[in-house]
């Protein structure tokens, strides 16, 4: 499903972000990349989402190349990708209800869909409660319960979380962690980035690590060894 294939990014300046990555990411699976800061994690996000291209290697997407896609091409591949980050990136004038159809009303989806879809996802999530709510009349788990939502809501094949508990308080971080793990049995492939030991001691599923760019370690049940 997913391919980096001897892929390197350097920035100007010779900042080498990473160095010479090769792994597969199959259908289905819970992968966790982890790392300290700065070890490559959000780069290789970038690089899969062609926002960053690779100075050198290739990196696959369903067997498409996809920094060798057309610009028109690119936002298809994006749809199929959702993308969970730390900081949720609402819409604060929005309700959690728009928040999730503004994804919808995006890919081009109709109104009657809209309407059906959005409060089926929010339910999902635990948040059907909640559709009226704006994101400051949310807790902080709500509101990435509301981003995860909006990651899922035209049904992508991979959903991308970029430290999503990073801003979360222990109780508010098991639960997210807990709906990832949902999302995985109900057969959507997740790549959870995190540097939080705890939660990959806990998980116990496949842990690739980096440090400085490079993939030290990449164990079938692994856990975080600092």
Same mark, same amino acid.
């Given at each position: 499903?997913?391919?980096?294939?001897?892929?390197?990014?350097?920035?100007?300046?010779?900042?080498?972000?990473?160095?010479?990555? =090769?792994?597969?990411?199959?259908?289905?699976?819970? %992968?966790?990349? %982890?790392?300290? =800061?700065?070890?490559? &994690?959000?780069?290789?996000?970038?690089?899969? *989402?062609?926002?960053?291209?690779? #100075?050198? /290697?290739?990196?696959?997407?369903? #067997?498409?190349?996809?920094?060798?896609?057309?610009? #028109?091409?690119?936002?298809?591949?994006?749809?199929? $990708?959702?993308?969970?980050?730390?900081?949720?990136?609402?819409?604060?004038?929005?309700?959690?209800?728009?928040?999730? +159809?503004?994804?919808?009303? +995006?890919?081009?989806?109709?109104?009657?869909?809209?309407?059906?879809? %959005?409060?089926?996802?929010?339910?999902?999530?635990?948040?059907?409660? &909640?559709?009226?709510?704006?994101?400051?009349?949310? =807790?902080? /788990?709500?509101?990435?319960?509301?981003?995860?939502?909006?990651?899922?809501?035209?049904?992508?094949?991979?959903? $991308? +979380? @970029?430290?999503?508990?990073?801003?979360?308080?222990?109780?508010?971080?098991?639960?997210?962690?807990?709906? *990832?793990?949902?999302?995985?049995?109900?057969?959507?492939?997740?790549?959870?980035?995190?540097? @939080?030991?705890?939660?990959?001691?806990?998980?116990?599923?496949?842990? $690739?690590?980096?440090?400085? /760019?490079?993939? %030290?370690?990449?164990?079938?049940?692994?856990?975080?060894? *600092?």
């Amino acid at each position: 499903m997913i391919y980096f294939d001897n892929v390197s990014k350097i920035y100007s300046g010779n900042s080498v972000a990473v160095e010479d990555v =090769s792994f597969t990411v199959e259908p289905q699976e819970f %992968v966790s990349v %982890v790392g300290q =800061s700065g070890s490559g &994690k959000s780069t290789l996000i970038k690089l899969l *989402l062609a926002e960053e291209r690779p #100075s050198a /290697g290739t990196v696959y997407f369903q #067997s498409l190349d996809v920094h060798n896609l057309s610009r #028109s091409e690119i936002p298809f591949v994006r749809r199929k $990708i959702g993308t969970v980050f730390q900081d949720f990136r609402l819409l604060p004038q929005k309700t959690a209800y728009e928040n999730v +159809a503004f994804a919808l009303e +995006a890919a081009g989806k109709e109104d009657d869909e809209i309407a059906s879809d %959005v409060p089926h996802i929010l339910d999902l999530v635990g948040l059907s409660d &909640k559709m009226d709510f704006f994101p400051h009349e949310l =807790s902080g /788990g709500q509101q990435q319960r509301v981003a995860i939502a909006r990651a899922l809501v035209n049904r992508p094949e991979v959903v $991308i +979380a @970029d430290e999503p508990t990073g801003n979360l308080d222990p109780l508010n971080t098991w639960e997210i962690i807990r709906l *990832l793990g949902k999302i995985n049995e109900l057969g959507t492939t997740v790549i959870l980035a995190t540097h @939080d030991k705890d939660i990959i001691d806990t998980i116990g599923k496949r842990v $690739i690590t980096l440090e400085d /760019g490079k993939v %030290v370690r990449d164990e079938k049940r692994g856990r975080y060894i *600092l």
